[in-house]
């Protein structure tokens, strides 16, 4: 009897070893990154100097300073129609996305 206990107990401490490692390793998963820019990369705000294009793909920056080529991905072409017809080069506040695409902020200080 007296082994029978022991045997017991020494079992009991056993499966509560296991259970605590298990759960330790299978207990902590890694936090999902949030969605938005890519892993890397902070989403920031650029001043652009350049002119505003338009096509059949869409509207475009063809800056000087920076000088690149840069996508609108939220274009207005109420507000973006003149600017393009003018021929004038414009200071844009844009947030940078992946790649060369861009979302305007602000047009010559003015909100978008």
């Known amino acids: 009897m007296k082994y029978a206990t022991s045997n017991r107990i020494a079992l009991l401490a056993l499966v509560l070893v296991v ?3 298990l759960a ?7 936090a999902q ?3 938005g820019p ?5 989403e920031q705000i ?3 100097i350049g002119v505003v294009l338009h096509d059949a793909r869409g509207y475009f920056i063809r800056g000087h300073v920076p000088a690149e080529v ?3 991905t939220n274009p207005n072409p109420a507000m973006l129609d003149g600017i393009v017809k003018s021929g004038q080069g414009v200071r844009l506040q844009v947030r940078s996305m992946v790649g060369d695409n861009v979302a305007i902020v602000s047009i010559d200080g003015a909100p978008y």
């Open 38 to 42: 890519v892993s890397g990369q902070q």
């Open 19 to 21: 259970s605590l490692g």
């Open 70 to 72: 840069f996508r609108i």
């Open 33 to 35: 990154p949030p969605s």
């Open 46 to 48: 650029i001043t652009v």
């Open 24 to 30: 330790t390793a299978y207990g902590t998963q890694p």
